[in-house]
């Protein structure tokens, strides 16, 4: 079991590297760019729910609804329906 909280942490850990590069990212916004942002955010969002973190997925979430193409509102309203 102690492998198994290792392995969580670590992905934790790389979890919150990849949303700082993406946060990063959001300073040079190119409206090219926006969808691709969007989708490494839905990416995220998905990785926090296989950890049991629905508050930091519903906080990305909430993001791409703001954000995202119609397509990708969309695939996050699902994922937060299965959070509720």
């Given at each position: 079991?102690?492998?198994?909280?290792?392995?969580?942490?670590?992905?934790?850990?790389?979890?919150?590297?990849?949303e700082a590069a993406v946060e990063k990212s959001l300073d040079d916004k190119d409206p090219e760019e926006d969808?691709?942002?969007?989708?490494?955010?839905?990416?995220?969002a998905k990785a926090y729910l296989e950890l049991n973190n629905s508050f930091a997925a519903h906080e990305?979430?909430?993001?791409?609804?703001r954000?995202?193409?119609t397509a990708q509102q969309t695939k996050a309203q699902k994922l937060l329906e299965q959070i509720q």
């Amino acid at each position: 079991k102690r492998a198994d909280e290792a392995a969580a942490e670590e992905l934790k850990s790389v979890m919150a590297s990849a949303e700082a590069a993406v946060e990063k990212s959001l300073d040079d916004k190119d409206p090219e760019e926006d969808n691709f942002e969007a989708d490494i955010k839905l990416d995220i969002a998905k990785a926090y729910l296989e950890l049991n973190n629905s508050f930091a997925a519903h906080e990305i979430l909430q993001e791409v609804l703001r954000e995202g193409s119609t397509a990708q509102q969309t695939k996050a309203q699902k994922l937060l329906e299965q959070i509720q």
